[in-house]
């Protein structure tokens, strides 16, 4: 949308004329480019200003997941393991929409990130349902896997499944109250404002996900394992992440 002279007729979208005011406003056909490469970067620098914690949160916990993902899946293809190269990819796969829910997140989207972060739910959910049903491979292969059941499966062995799952649903997934708020594309100005911090806090907690079904599905890659421990060969127990390494995302989440 402009008011400047001198536009090219086919860059031309549609004119608004109030003769009243005589206020003549042009909407041209480069908006989403002008959007994405004029306005995004100056709303990348303010998030990374306001945000800077949570940011460098997720940077590192993303950076302690890529070295186990990266070990792993060479094993894994190394010992041509169906299995675990399958789960492997998944979990690269969740790991790049990590990066491009925040992403969305930075370049001033505050509400679309939860959509992208439930499909890195689901694809972790099923990476614990073929960790526990290794006969399930074909199925899921040929699409015959159930992302529900999956989610179900996963809730049983990680109890914050279900929680994040709900958590996404309730705040972001489906229409609420933050919905009927218009937000347009601007710069972060305060590290309290609602919809950026509730999608931080499921940033982080999805990313906590990500690391804790990682570390499940390459444990024979990981020397000290921060969320489960080997009870014998073939054999492994959760342990629930302690506020230490939850507070900042809890803080986030508890925001209405």
């Known amino acids: 949308m402009t008011q400047e002279k001198n536009i090219q007729q086919e860059n031309i979208a549609a004119i608004y004329i109030n003769e009243e005011t005589g206020e003549r406003l042009i909407f041209t056909r480069d908006q989403l480019i002008n959007q994405l490469q004029k306005i995004c970067p100056s709303i990348h620098k303010s998030f990374d200003t306001t945000f800077s914690n949570e940011f460098k ?13 990266f070990i792993g899946y060479r094993m894994a293809k190394e010992n041509n393991n169906e299995l ?24 001033g989207f505050r509400l679309q990130s939860g959509i992208l972060l439930r499909s890195v739910i689901e694809m972790c959910a099923t990476v614990v349902h073929l960790i526990v049903k290794p006969d399930d491979l074909n199925k899921f292969l040929n699409d015959e896997l159930i992302s529900s059941k999956s989610i179900s499966i996963a809730d049983k062995q990680i109890p914050l499944f279900g929680k994040i799952y709900g958590i996404l649903s309730k705040k972001q997934i489906h229409i609420n109250s933050l919905h009927a708020d218009w937000y347009p594309m601007r710069e972060y100005n305060s590290s309290e404002e609602i919809p950026a911090s509730v999608t931080l806090g499921m940033l982080g907690f999805s990313t906590m996900l990500l690391y804790i079904t990682t570390e499940l599905t390459f444990i024979n890659a990981v020397e000290n394992p921060k969320f489960w421990e080997i009870v014998e060969k073939g054999k492994v127990k959760f342990i629930p992440p302690d506020n230490s390494i939850f507070s900042w995302v809890d803080e986030k989440l508890k925001k209405k």
């Open 84 to 107: 675990l190269i399958t789960c492997g990819d998944l979990l690269r796969n969740s790991a790049n929409t990590i990066i491009a829910a925040t992403q969305t997140l930075r370049c």
């Open 57 to 69: 949160n997720l940077s590192s916990d993303l950076s302690e997941i890529s070295p186990i993902l």
